[in-house]
């Protein structure tokens, strides 16, 4: 099994989808030199957030990213800015790791999601555990499926009918690859290179289309598009289990070396679990119990 993974962050990434994990570029380690504190010192919190990554964010401020930013920004009293730059190659360096020109300030400081332990910056304490979820029409056939394990007790004519939604480097592929699968899946790159394009299309386009039977994401993104897809698809979370890892922590990322900031953010989410939690469960996030987990290598947790 291989152990590098892609999440947005989110996942990131990630995500990644995340997410949040596309996050790949240089950064200054934590034994590297002290860095300018940016603390937000002057009344404004600078997030750096992807324009077009619902629904972790986009440049509307419609995301659970963008409104955990915004409580944030109420609780401490702060106006809320924004550095725009799709989460992908380059992210943090243009975002995080970028002076304003002229200037000795960062153009922001400071990112909502990155995984847990997450080596391209500092990383906060968790404020969300997530995991991987399939996506599939909610049609008579798949009645049967209330985990992922009974997907594959499908009669054998139906079940190597089917084409497979996934992007690589995922979890998902070696699942499918130690099921023999892997020859019905339709694979999707974790980074392309239209800002335009988004995760959530697998289940918007090609899912409605009929290009794919079932999708494999990151949860928060599954769990966003499934509900507007409304009832003409069902979602089914993996568990947490021994073997393939579908699930990752989410925590929020700021530069090395500035350990005040980090301090005052880590305190905030220490104290906000529970509205973050709110903001989470209307976008319709998969959370599972928080618990320490080894750190994801970077491109872990993405899409």
């Known amino acids: 099994m291989r152990d590098k993974r892609s999440m947005s962050m989110h996942v990131a990434v990630i995500a990644a989808a995340l997410c949040c994990a596309a996050l790949a570029s240089a950064a200054v380690r934590a034994d590297g030199p002290a860095l300018p504190n940016n603390d937000g010192a002057d009344g404004i919190l600078r997030v750096c957030a992807d324009p077009n990554n619902m629904p972790l964010s986009n440049d509307k401020g419609e995301g659970y990213e963008n409104r955990i930013a915004a409580q944030m920004a109420r609780d401490f009293g ?34 909502i999601g990155v995984p847990k332990g997450y080596d391209m910056t500092s990383t906060t304490q968790p404020y969300l555990r997530s995991t991987y979820a399939m996506v599939f029409p909610n049609r008579p056939e798949f009645a049967s499926i209330q985990t992922p394990d009974d997907l594959l007790k499908l009669p054998p004519d139906q079940l190597h009918k089917l084409r497979f939604g996934i992007f690589t480097q995922t979890p998902a592929v070696d699942w499918l690859l130690g099921h023999n699968l892997i ?19 697998m289940i918007e386009h090609d899912l409605r289309a009929g290009n794919v039977d079932v999708v494999f994401l990151w949860g928060p993104i599954a769990g966003y598009f499934a509900k507007r897809a409304g009832d003409s698809v069902r979602l089914v979370p993996f568990p947490a289990q021994p073997g393939i890892r579908f699930d990752y922590t989410i925590s929020m990322g700021v530069r090395y070396g ?3 900031w980090k301090d005052k953010v880590d305190q905030w989410i220490g104290a906000n679990h529970d509205k973050i939690d709110s903001i989470l469960a209307t976008y319709e996030v998969p959370m599972l119990k928080p618990v320490d987990v080894p750190a994801p290598r970077a491109g872990d947790a993405s899409q």
């Open 183 to 201: 020859d019905q899946a339709v694979s999707y790159r974790v980074q392309s290179g239209d800002p335009a394009e988004y995760p959530g299309q």
């Open 78 to 111: 702060y106006k809320l800015e924004y550095t725009y730059f799709p989460q992908r190659m380059g992210f943090v360096r243009h975002t995080l790791r970028e002076k304003e020109e002229n200037t000795q300030r960062y153009r922001c400081d400071l990112i």
């Open 258 to 260: 500035e350990k005040d």
